[in-house]
């Protein structure tokens, strides 16, 4: 990691500065006059609503095709139909396509026929879950933040880069970028001392914390997207992971009730940026930044570091376990070969 922050490891990740970007600090809009996604198109996960639906319609008014990726498609028409209603758009120009992040074979699915686009040039993975309770998928035994924050959209990023690789606009680079968050530096990652680390997510944990957990599955793909970015030529795809900071109207929050929903109100309505304004950062990693991106966290539309462990030996240790194990982990689905075959691309 050769890039030079104006910030500290150690100072980003503070909550005081978390405090200071949310209440004081607010990315800029990317404008037309700057980017003309015109030809293009671009896959949003998690795009019914909240963030989701607005990086669709942000990409949209920058001139690209989207495709709406969700799991509920009555719910796709209608956020389909609010982002065309204005406008004057050919039929595909919106589409709707069923994901479930849940089930690996509707994540094989739906790479499948991503596979029939004429162009594919951006990928914005925002879907996920936080959960409240501790609980375990029934197909893998993983612990279910885990599953779908993690296993779930790293198996999405490795299928969907040789069809971006493809499909591209000739002689300019995809992207992919996944959805992190401030609590990546936060989390004590306890399941990091474990080896392998991986199958300490599928044990009961004694001291499960639903924040802490949260946080783990976005290190998780830090630890993995920083390895990943090494074998893939920026050239060809950048992979960048973006935190668009704390929103309202996110669907995040679903599983909560009681006094937990009071005190995510209450905190929504003192910290919470509009869901447009943490778009934003999402749209800047896969428009504005180009290869300076690759590899890298992105916060406010700019580069910055990643958790501070990502800096010590013992993260990049980490990081290239928790590949290697990934990689084992959905060997399934061929993700070696795959990365062989992008990464002889330089």
Not at 326 to 342: K, P, W
Request: proline share 4%; aromatic share 8%; net charge positive.
């Amino acid at each position: 990691m050769a890039t030079t922050f104006d910030i500290s490891p150690e100072k980003r990740a503070s909550f005081r500065h978390y405090l200071y970007r949310q209440l004081f600090v607010t990315p800029p809009p990317v404008l037309q006059r700057d980017v003309n996604l015109s030809g293009k198109t671009a896959i949003i996960t998690g795009a019914n609503g909240g963030i989701g639906l607005e990086v669709a319609r942000q990409l949209l008014d920058l001139g690209c095709k989207v495709i709406l990726t969700v799991r509920d498609e009555k719910r796709g028409e209608t956020a389909r139909q609010e982002l065309i209603n204005g406008r004057s758009l050919a039929p595909e120009f919106v589409q709707v396509w069923k994901l479930d992040l849940s089930s690996y074979e509707s994540i094989i699915a739906f790479a499948e026929r991503a596979k029939t686009l004429k162009s594919l040039d951006i990928a914005i993975l925002s879907a996920g879950i936080f959960k409240v309770t501790e609980s375990f998928s029934s197909s893998t035994g993983y612990e279910e933040g885990v599953q779908i924050n993690f296993l779930a959209n790293m198996l999405l990023t490795v299928l969907l880069l040789p069809i971006i690789k493809e499909k591209r606009t000739p002689g300019q680079p995809g992207h992919i970028c996944v959805v992190s968050s401030d609590t990546a530096a936060w989390t004590k990652f306890e399941e990091g001392s474990s080896t392998p680390v991986l199958p300490a997510f599928k044990r009961k944990s004694p001291n499960w914390d639903m924040s802490d957990r949260y946080g783990a599955t976005k290190l998780l793909g830090q630890l993995f997207l920083t390895e990943l970015a090494k074998h893939v030529s920026s050239s060809v795809v950048t992979l960048s992971f973006a935190n668009p900071g704390f929103c309202s109207g996110s669907e995040l929050a679903r599983e909560t009730s009681g006094i937990i929903r009071v005190a995510y109100k209450i905190q929504s309505y003192i910290l919470s940026r509009k869901s447009f304004v943490g778009a934003r950062t999402l749209v800047h990693a896969v428009t504005t930044l180009g290869e300076k991106a690759h590899g890298q966290y992105v916060e406010d539309a700019k580069v910055q570091p990643t958790a501070v462990l990502m800096y010590k030996p013992e993260g990049l240790r980490l990081s290239k376990q928790v590949y290697e194990e990934t990689l084992d982990e959905l060997s399934f689905a061929g993700v070696r070969d795959i990365i062989d075959q992008v990464s002889k691309v330089r």
